[in-house]
């Protein structure tokens, strides 16, 4: 089965006539002959973000342009929204709340539609929110202690694109290594994927490849040979980690998935 491309965005990522990540989207989406679904139901202003998009979108060259909206379970249990998708090339997810998408449309007949179409080849891409829906296991919060300054991270259910990746957003910019540390050391067999504001991973069957302006940083536990969560008094949790792996990669730079390591040869001709 030749499944579609993911095209992952840390968020903010730039919207102006040059913007790199969307342009490739567009590309990815086939140009003025691929037909563009944006999806906004993360987003609690889904009619403002849709109409940047679109405007954007535009500029970029694509001319099919049609907005997904999807504000209930009803709506999303509706088959002519699922055969929407089918009539499309690629779907935009946008930013917001990621668990807006997972309660409105997480199993549903919208869902449903937009595994079996990306599986027969169809280009998804999600930013901030959209990017962590992604998964099969997504990171909904990380709350700190004030006492200590320790993270308790929360897991919930993604839309499972991807099966053993953890994808984390706006990552550098909002300061985000500590708790997708804690997420993978509660799940060693995943790998974490931080990616910064402005820069996208692209993933193309068993690897990806890095595109925009900063920087994206792989986490894998997998050979770890020590993990210890101590329990404080106060309940908060503090690590004792051991032989993770951390692969920083930058624009053009690709990473295999299946053998969890740096490809040394850019992607990108620069």
Known sequence: MNVG???????????????????????????????????PTASKIPV???EEYIKTFKKLGAEKIEVIHVESREQAEDKMIADLISSMSA????????????DLIGGTKLHQSLTDNWRRGMVLAGTSAGASIMA?????????KLTDNKLKVKLGEGFGFLDTILI??????????????????????????????NTAILIDKEKFEVFGQHQVLVMDGINSDFIDVNISENGSEELTVSQFQVTALTKGFQFDLIKRKLIHQKGIKE
């Open 5 to 39: 491309e993911l095209l992952i965005i840390g968020g903010a990522e730039e919207k102006c006539s040059d913007a790199e990540i969307l342009t490739k989207f567009i590309e990815l989406a086939g140009g003025k002959d691929g037909k563009v679904g944006i999806l």
């Open 48 to 50: 403002e973000v849709s």
């Open 91 to 102: 779907v935009f997810i946008s930013g917001g709340d990621q668990s807006r998408l997972t």
């Open 136 to 144: 099969k296991q997504m990171i909904l919060s990380a709350d700190m």
């Open 168 to 197: 984390d957003q706006h990552f550098s910019q909002r300061g985000r290594f500590d708790r997708l540390l804690s997420a993978i050391a509660q799940n060693k067999d995943t790998i974490g994927i931080g990616i910064d504001e």
